[in-house]
Nanobody, 127 residues
Framework: QVQLVESGGGSVQAGGSLRLSCSAS?????MGWFRQVEGKEREGIAF???????TYGDSVKGRFTITEDNAKNTLYLQMNSLKPEDTAMYYC????????????????????????WGRGTQVTVSS
């Protein structure tokens, strides 16, 4: 069992920056950040594996950066040039490899490996 705890959310004005952290209690090879607005589907926005390979959703590409500190089992999301439409609850997720790959996007919801989710941290961007 892996527990994930997000932190770093808050309120910021448009154009500002925030850095989210996700502390994991154990090792997993695949990690990602998701966000969800109440009443809407959860959106996968950034993914990384233990080799440092990354994938981004179109809505955040060029503005957000996902990184990890393997020694600390901590995942980060640096968010720059924030927009009001980035307002959401942000969640981190962790899972294992399957056939040598990590999931991206909607693959996370059907991935044949145990997937762990944090409780989320709220990000609010005002115009």
């Amino acid at each position: 069992q892996v527990q994930l705890v997000e932190s770093g959310g808050g309120s910021v004005q448009a154009g500002g920056s925030l850095r989210l952290s996700c502390s994991a209690s154990g090792y997993t090879y695949c990690m990602g950040w998701f966000r969800q607005v109440e009443g809407k589907e959860r959106e996968g926005i950034a993914f990384i594996d233990r080799e440092g390979r990354t994938t981004y959703g179109d809505s955040v590409k060029g503005r957000f950066t996902i990184t990890e500190d393997n020694a600390k089992n901590t995942l980060y999301l640096q968010m720059n040039s924030l927009k009001p439409e980035d307002t959401a609850m942000y969640y981190c997720a962790a899972s294992g490899m399957w056939n040598g790959d990590c999931p991206t996007g909607v693959m996370w919801y059907k991935w044949p490996r145990k997937t762990y989710w944090g409780r989320g941290t709220q990000v609010t961007v005002s115009s």
